[in-house]
């Protein structure tokens, strides 16, 4: 109590002491902040490529006219896939955490407990965005492959020219809605030591033993970044629809039509 | 006639235990128009994906200038390259306008530079009536306007056969008439091409040859005016009795 004595003036009922935490550690507050944002940020575009290598992976099919050496390799590569997806989607993030951090740690890898965060938001995220990925190839027709098939264009190169852009904006919600839960997610790193939001807010409320109060700044933040971050998304998919209309190419109108 | 394109030898196409296709010989030569008839479930549409290796086939060979194509990658991509396809359901890509949908695989399969693959794709939008629609998107469009484009889109690779699977069984009235003229009209440039049709009319007075298709076999192949007129096979006469006696 040594320290609220020294305290100038006592802030009274909940509002005040949050505000009260939140100036005097606001130093530790918008720490948390940049951490919890720089792990989601990288860890969700890593995760990102990862889902897209994975979900193209489990989607490639083995043609009749292949040798037996991609065969295997591809049938090799499908089954490490699949074991990696069911384990990252079947386990709690903040378990994965423990075991990535203290697992390398005793493998004799000593990595920073943000190198782990990222680690380990990578690779779950990684995981849902296979599924995701792999959905939003699903849901592009057969047709459109087959257009491109049929003049000779090659199965890889049909992916990336036809279909991934097609998934690609089919599943932006998805990826918005990833990213956000990533935001969120980060808290449970504090587990391994990341001095995350959720960690802040933990040292912060000890000091003063007032949780209730400390907790409430950090869903303030939480909710402006998520809220934030929303907007910014919806205005992203607005943009990526395109134009609704198109101009008459009218130097070619006098020809047979 | 030229020389034989194509060469569907013994070929049979099963799906589990249905039979799709049985023993189908058929040669094609150069500027041949075949027209392929016959009831919905006869193996026509079948027969045109084998021939295209959308479809693997149960047994026999395609042989495209007396060498067979075989599963390998590479030289399905290849002989697709030369072996063009029009789909029923026009299959444009629905990310690219119509300009880029004609330059896409000219571009990345053919490898030719910009401007002449922007010079082909005009070109044939021209052929086809469609050039003043080169910025639209394939939903912008008419179900005639995009098979129309999907044909340009074809004839952008210079391909040696054109296979149109149904081109104008999605279509209204109205779209299928613009679709067969731009069909009829490439038929007179020598093209060679394989058409699965219900349109009987067209396949009469265009097809230089008609083939008949029933239960996967191929009942009836023959010219035009010996088909329509007097069918050998007495399913084509059921066959034909119905569509063209009204």
Known sequence: MGILLTSTTTPSGSLGWMFFLAQKYSKMFLQGTWITLYIAVIGTIIGFVLGYVIGLIQDARIGAGDSILKRCFLRFVKIIATIYVEIFRDTPMIVQAMIIYYGLKTAGINLSANAAGILCTVLNTGAYMAETVRGGIGSIEMGQREGAWAMGMSPFKTMLYVVLPQAFKNII???????????????????????????????????????????????????VLCFAFNRIFILLEKRMKGKDDYALAVEFMEDKQ | MGETIISIQDLSKSFGDHQVLRKIDIDVKAGEVICIVGSSGSGKSTLLRCINKLERQTSGKVMYHGKEIRDAQREINEYRSRVGMVFQSFNLFNNLTVLENC??????????????AYDRAIQHLK??????????????????????VAIARSLCMNPEVLLFDEPTSALDPEMVGEVLKVMKELATTGLTMIIVTHEMAFARDVSTRTIFMDQGYVAEDDAPANLFTNPKNPRTREFLKRYLAG
Request: with cysteine; charged share 15%; proline share 3%.
């Open chain 1, 173 to 223: 919600p998805e990826m918005a809605n990833t990213f956000l839960t990533n935001l969120k997610m980060t808290s449970v790193l504090n587990v391994i030591a990341v001095q995350e939001l959720f960690m802040a807010a933990k040292t912060v409320g000890g000091n003063y033993y007032k949780y209730f109060e400390s907790y409430l700044v950090i869903a303030v933040i939480y909710f």
């Open chain 2, 103 to 116: 330059m896409l695989c000219t571009r990345k399969v053919l490898h030719i530079s910009k401007t002449e």
């Open chain 2, 127 to 148: 052929e086809v009536g469609m050039a003043p629609y080169i910025h639209a998107k394939p939903s912008q469009l008419s179900g005639g306007q995009k098979q129309r």
